[in-house]
């Protein structure tokens, strides 16, 4: 069986807790960085991606040091959601800004600027979702196998 674009179609996929498909991400410093500071590291954990699952979406396990977040941006082509297990994390997503804690979900519809921060002391982690998947193979290409 196939899908549409004749991608394969896709299979159950059970991933264990601490699995996945882990990178080391690296982030734009921030403008209050010193001397030119190596950005920090963020560990993505990719549980589903898009080739296993038909190209309808792709599932990343995402932790972020205190303060991290990426500068804001667009996603053209997917919509991202977000969904919060530790920590807060400052949301600002066309004209809406919101602060997200443990159990709060948030979906950002592609076309729609948006940035994220973690605006607590230490590491927040939050399960993000790209629908329809591809966006992961982004940051396979600019990321390191943690």
Avoid at 87 to 92: H, T
Avoid at 97 to 118: C, E, I, Q
Wanted: glycine fraction near 10%.
């Amino acid at each position: 069986m196939t899908y549409e674009n004749d991608s394969p179609a896709p299979e159950v996929v059970f991933v264990p807790a601490g699995e996945g498909i882990s990178l080391l991400v690296p982030e734009e410093p921030s403008p209050e960085s010193v001397g030119g500071a190596e950005p920090a590291q963020y560990t993505y954990t990719f549980m589903v991606t898009t080739d296993q699952a038909g190209r309808a979406l792709a599932v990343v396990d995402t932790v972020v040091p205190a303060r991290g977040g990426p500068p804001e941006h667009v996603h053209d082509d997917t919509d991202e959601s977000f969904y919060v297990l530790s920590g807060e994390f400052e949301v600002r997503a066309g004209e809406r800004s919101f602060v997200m804690k443990p159990g709060d979900y948030a979906l950002v519809p592609r076309g729609t600027a948006h940035v994220w921060r973690n605006s607590g002391d230490e590491a927040g982690r939050m399960i993000r979702i790209y629908t329809p998947g591809g966006h992961e193979r982004f940051f396979f290409a600019v990321s390191k196998l943690a």
